[in-house]
């Protein structure tokens, strides 16, 4: 007997809907279309039942679509705009989902922006795709019995995260599979460059929101073995012999227009300790080692040009902190950014035996080039608590800035290679035994402009990162599942 799909789709009026509507009809699996609308359009619009809902994203909306749901498969099309189906696309995804046993599949597809038609590939979901904005595609079939499954597990009522709290209880018995093959087209209205969607999930407006994918992942997290309870492990800061108390370590490459600032930020620091400053230059061909030269009369710089030609950011900071001349604390300077006062180290360094962890994070200002705040301003990571801050980690995209580390540890672990994702590696690495010192006040200011290098990323360069991160994550998972089995 054929499989047969029970669709759920968001409505909002049905001109909108009608193309979609249409769409699914046209399959020979779809058994039933149920349109999911913020208030009661009567029972029937072009032969499809309403369901009344506060919102797509609800627990109180994905249980009725568990209610609703007795065919074999269950799709949920997320986005009110207009779907078109590839030729034979349910039968494909139905097919995969089949032979591969997998609780939800979801695929590759087409955006329209504007007038254009662009390819939209997604990534492989695994362990630790744990970020509640993974990107799915607007189009997810679920196998019912793990749908209902997992329905039945939910013991707590989200307004935000029931969706989420869905894909993540469904992962706990079956595998989320992608399906690399485009077949459909969603229309696309969020146009924004990458650079400027990442700071969604810190934009206090979302602070609400993000309390609830915190939830959500950390019940997720005791289900699945890898939460960890605050418990640390003490920080000797008596045992280590340095010259200087700290470092402040700027890697930099081809940043003329900035990295004077930078430099003088830091050189302008007032301490009631000895510090220097080490720039590691990975042979800037823009003229931005001139520009440090100009600062050479300063003893407290330390101006480094590696002998190895294969260092990411990683690697250039694994030099400078294994320099002899490093102190006893490691502060990230980024080449383009500057300290938002001269007390910022002064700051830093207290909070590490004020609060006695091995790293440190400090808050944060955006700003444009001129240094003048730009939306969404204030980024202090309030969703880092002392209790549950390294169990949230594993979920969000960083951890914050200024970040510092006390260099032994730092020195024991190193920093992956990398120029993306190594800090964030280093703060799921840290957090797993130590804990984390925050300051929630500006001490730095993040300045964005066109060279930042997460500024425009094609669709390619954001897979690669998005797929590294998750990796990262995966490791720190098993690592954390491990550390509890013992």
């Known amino acids: 007997m054929k499989m047969k799909i029970n669709c759920f789709i968001s409505f909002q009026n049905s ?21 999911l609308a913020d208030n009661d359009h009567g029972d029937i619009i072009n032969g499809c039942q309403t369901i009344p809902v506060d919102s797509l994203h609800s627990t109180a909306t994905i249980k009725k679509i568990a ?119 969603e229309i696309e209205y969020d146009t924004r460059k990458s650079g400027e969607k990442i700071f969604d999930y810190v934009d206090p407006k979302n602070r609400e929101v993000q309390r609830e994918m915190e939830l959500a992942c950390t019940d997720h997290l005791k289900k699945t073995g890898a939460y960890l309870t605050p418990d640390f492990k003490n920080v000797e800061f008596g045992k280590s012999d340095f010259e200087y108390e700290a470092s402040v370590i700027i890697p930099v490459r081809n940043r003329i227009r900035t990295i004077g600032d930078a430099i003088k930020s830091a050189l302008e620091q007032k301490t009631s300790f000895k510090f220097n400053i ?22 407290r710089l330390v101006h480094i040009i590696p002998d190895n030609k294969e260092l990411g950011i990683g690697g250039c900071w694994n030099l400078g902190v294994h ?27 207290d909070a590490f035996y004020e609060q006695n962890c091995a790293m440190v994070v400090g808050t944060y200002m955006l700003t444009g080039f001129d240094m003048k705040m730009i939306p969404p301003g204030i980024i202090d990571h309030k969703e880092w608590t002392p209790d549950n801050g390294r169990n949230n980690a594993i979920r969000i995209n960083g951890l914050g800035a200024p970040r510092a580390f006390y260099t032994p540890i730092l020195r024991n672990i190193k920093v992956p290679n990398t120029s993306y994702g190594e800090d964030y590696a280093l703060g799921l690495y840290f957090s797993r035994e130590y804990q ?31 797929t590294y991160k998750d990796r990262i994550r995966t490791w720190e998972l098993e690592a954390r599942i491990a550390l509890n089995r013992k």
């Open 323 to 349: 320099h002899p001349k490093c102190g006893k604390f490691a502060v990230q300077l980024d080449s383009d950014d500057v300290y938002a006062h001269e007390k910022t180290l002064q700051k830093i360094v």
């Open 67 to 185: 209610e609703m749901a007795d065919s074999d498969y269950t799709l949920i099309y997320t986005k009110p705009a207009e779907l078109r189906l590839g030729m034979f696309a349910l039968d494909r995804m139905a097919q995969v989902i089949a032979d591969s046993g997998a609780g939800l599949v979801y695929a590759d597809h087409y955006q329209v922006v504007g007038d254009e038609k662009k390819n939209n590939p997604l990534i492989a979901y695994q362990k630790g795709s744990l970020r509640d904005d993974f990107n799915f595609g607007s189009l997810l079939l679920y196998k019912s019995l793990d749908l209902k499954m997992a329905v039945s597990k939910m013991d707590r009522e989200y307004k935000f995260a029931g969706i989420y709290d869905l894909r993540l209880k469904v992962s706990q018995e079956a595998d989320l599979v992608h399906i690399n093959e485009y077949l459909y087209t």
């Open 278 to 299: 080490i720039v590691i230059d990975n042979y800037s061909t823009d003229g931005t080692t001139q520009e440090i030269r100009k600062f050479a009369s300063d003893s």
């Open 15 to 35: 001109s909108q809907s009608k193309e979609t509507i249409t769409n699914l009809k046209g399959s020979s699996l779809v058994n039933k279309i149920f349109l």
């Open 436 to 466: 984390i010192g925050r300051i929630y006040e500006v001490l730095y200011l993040c300045r964005r402009w066109d060279d930042n290098s997460d500024a425009s990323l094609d669709i390619v360069r954001l897979n690669a990162h998005n």
